[in-house]
C-alpha cells in the first residue's frame, strides 16, 4: 500500500550530504505515475551521464501545487470531507480571524502611544538639560550629563522595539547635539579660564582641541588667537574709511585675509607674528604693508597716504607736493605724485626685478601707463618732509634695511624687512636693488645703494651712481611714478 499511495521520502531528508540533483533524478525514477517517470533507461542514464559531467539535468523537482494535486488524486474522499468542513466552518473561521486583527492593531496602538510617551519623555528631559545650562544652575553640568544619559536610555528602548522609528532617530541626534553643545561650552569655559590665568600653552592647546572638533567654532577661533598672544595696532589712512584685513605673512599676493576694521583702527587686536597688512577700497585699489606684531605690543602706523585709483593708486603711495633739500642746502619745490610701494613693480613679499639698464627700465614703466621718478621725486619719497639721511632716520642702522652680511647675498623679497620704509611709507629705498631715476636720459642716475654694501655713506636718500644707460647694472631695479592731482 505504500508503494500505490505514499510518495518515498526525499532522500536529503535522510541524508542531507546527498546532493539535491541526486534527489532530483531518484524521486522521478520512483514517481508513482508513469507519465512522470524517465520515458527510457536511456533518458534516465542521460540524466545521469549529465549530473556526473557537471551539466544542468533534464529532471525538475516537483513544484508545491503538483505535489497537492498527487495528493488530492489520490485521497479524493479525505480531501472531500476537508473542503465541505471548510465550507460549514468559514464564517466561525472568519470571525476568529477578524477579531485577531482587531486585537494585533489595537495592541500596536498601545505600543506606539507607549513609543510616543517615551520619546516625549526624552525630549523633555533633553530641555531639562538645556534649561539648567542656560541659567547656571549649581551643579549643572552632572545634573544635565544624568539627564542625557536617561534620554538616550528612552530611545535606544524605543528603537530597539521600533528600529526604523523616524522621530527616535531624529530625536537621538538631538541628544548627541546638546552634549556636543554642552561640552564644547564647557571647555570654553576651562580654555578662557586659563587664559585669565596667563597660562596661554594650557589654554592654547585646549582652543586648538576644539577647533579639531569643532572647525566652525568662531569662540575658540578667537580663543586661539588670544592664546597665541596679541598686539594692538592703530592706524589711519587718508582717505579714510579704508577697508583692513590681515593675511598670513606666506600667503600668496592677493591673499583676502581676515577683516579687522574700517579705518581709522584705534587698538584693533591683532595676533603676533608676521603678517600682511591688507587696505583696499573702490576708491584706491589695494595695497599691503608688512606688520610684525609682538605679544603685547602696541603698534601705531601713523597715517598711511593713498592715491586715488585716478592717480594709479593700486600699490603706490601717494606723497604730497612739498619741498626737498638738496645737496648744497637749497630747497627744491616738488609737486604732488604717487610713486611705487615696493621696487621694480614687485608685490609684497615677490624678489624684485634686477640687472636693469636705464633704457629698460624706463620701458617696463612705460608700459604700466607709469615713468621713471625724478630724482627730486625720489629723494622726497625716501627722506620725507624733513629730508631724512635715510629712509627711517638720520642715524644709519645696519640691521634695518636688506644690506650686508651672511642674509643678503642677493636681493631680498620686498617688504621683508618692516622697518625699511620711509616716512611717506616706501619701503625698500635703502639697499636690497639700487633704483633707476631720471625722466630724461639725460637726467638718469642710480640712488639708494643696493644689498652687497654695508656703509651708510652708500645706503642714504642721496647716494647715487652713473653707470651707463644702456648698459644693464647687476644690482640695479626701478621704482615707478606718476603725477597726481592730489593736493
Known amino acids: 500500500m505504500k508503494v500505490l499511495d505514499e510518495d518515498p521520502v526525499p532522500p536529503r531528508r535522510i541524508n542531507p550530504r546527498i546532493h539535491r540533483d541526486v534527489e ?6 520512483m514517481a508513482k505515475e508513469k507519465s512522470e517517470r524517465y520515458r527510457t533507461a536511456r533518458e534516465f542514464a542521460e540524466d545521469i551521464r549529465r549530473f556526473r559531467a557537471g551539466e544542468a539535468i533534464s529532471a525538475a523537482p516537483a513544484g508545491a501545487f503538483h505535489r497537492a494535486g498527487r495528493f488530492l488524486s489520490r485521497h479524493r474522499t479525505a480531501a472531500t470531507v476537508s473542503i465541505v468542513l471548510l465550507v460549514a466552518l468559514g464564517p466561525t473561521v472568519a470571525y476568529f480571524l477578524r477579531r485577531y486583527r482587531h486585537e494585533q492593531e489595537a495592541s500596536r ?19 531639562e538639560a538645556r534649561r539648567l545650562h542656560a541659567e547656571g544652575v549649581p551643579d549643572w553640568r552632572s545634573r ?67 577647533i579639531d572638533y569643532d572647525p566652525d567654532n568662531a569662540a575658540a577661533r578667537e580663543g586661539m588667537r588670544l592664546a597665541l598672544g ?29 577683516p579687522i576694521g574700517r579705518t581709522p583702527l584705534n587698538g584693533a587686536a591683532v595676533g603676533i607674528g608676521r603678517h600682511r597688512l591688507v587696505l583696499s577700497s573702490p576708491g ?22 593713498l592715491p586715488r585709483m585716478a592717480d594709479a593708486g593700486d600699490g603706490m603711495v601717494l606723497v604730497p607736493a612739498g619741498e626737498v633739500t638738496l645737496f648744497d642746502g637749497r630747497r627744491a619745490r616738488v609737486e604732488a ?55 627711517y632716520g638720520n642715524r644709519f642702522d645696519p640691521g634695518r634695511c636688506w644690506t650686508g ?19 611717506w611709507g616706501v619701503y625698500d ?23 652687497s654694501q654695508i656703509e651708510g655713506a652708500l645706503l642714504g636718500c642721496g647716494s647715487d651712481s652713473y653707470p651707463p644707460l644702456d648698459r644693464k647694472a647687476e644690482r640695479a631695479g626701478f621704482r615707478c611714478c606718476v603725477d597726481s592731482t592730489a593736493p
Open 429 to 451: 629705498m635703502s639697499g636690497n636693488v639700487s633704483e633707476w631715476t631720471g625722466k630724461q636720459a639725460s637726467d638718469a642716475a642710480v640712488y639708494g645703494g643696493d644689498w
Open 144 to 210: 544635565a550629563q544624568a539627564l542625557f544619559e536617561k534620554a538616550m536610555d528612552d530611545v535606544r528602548a524605543v528603537l530597539a522595539r521600533q528600529p526604523d522609528q523616524p522621530e527616535a532617530a531624529a530625536l537621538m541626534r538631538r541628544i548627541d547635539d546638546a552634549r556636543r553643545e554642552v561640552l564644547v561650552e564647557d571647555l570654553l569655559d576651562l580654555a578662557h579660564g586659563f587664559l585669565d590665568a596667563n597660562q596661554n600653552v594650557a589654554a592654547e592647546k585646549l582652543f586648538r582641541w576644539l
Open 24 to 29: 532530483t533524478v531518484c524521486l522521478k525514477a
Open 230 to 258: 596679541v598686539g594692538r595696532l592703530s592706524l589711519r589712512t587718508s582717505p579714510p574709511g579704508v577697508e583692513a584685513a590681515l593675511a598670513p605673512w606666506d600667503s600668496p599676493p592677493l591673499a583676502a585675509g581676515e
Open 337 to 391: 605724485f604717487a610713486v611705487d610701494r615696493y621696487e621694480s613693480g614687485a608685490r609684497l613679499g615677490e624678489v624684485p626685478r634686477r640687472g636693469m639698464s636705464w633704457v629698460e627700465a624706463a620701458g617696463a614703466c612705460r608700459a604700466k601707463g607709469k615713468r621713471l621718478c625724478s630724482f627730486l621725486e625720489w629723494r622726497r619719497a625716501c627722506a620725507g618732509e624733513a629730508s631724512l639721511v635715510f629712509p
Open 109 to 127: 496602538i498601545a505600543e506606539a502611544a507607549k513609543m510616543s510617551d517615551r520619546l516625549a519623555s526624552a525630549s523633555g528631559k533633553v530641555d
Open 405 to 423: 652680511g651672511a642674509d643678503a647675498t642677493s636681493a631680498g623679497p620686498a617688504g621683508g624687512r618692516a622697518g625699511c620704509v620711509s616716512p
Open 284 to 305: 584706491t585699489g589695494r595695497h599691503e604693508l608688512p606688520l610684525e606684531v609682538a605679544r603685547s605690543a602696541a603698534m601705531d602706523l601713523g597715517t598711511v597716504n
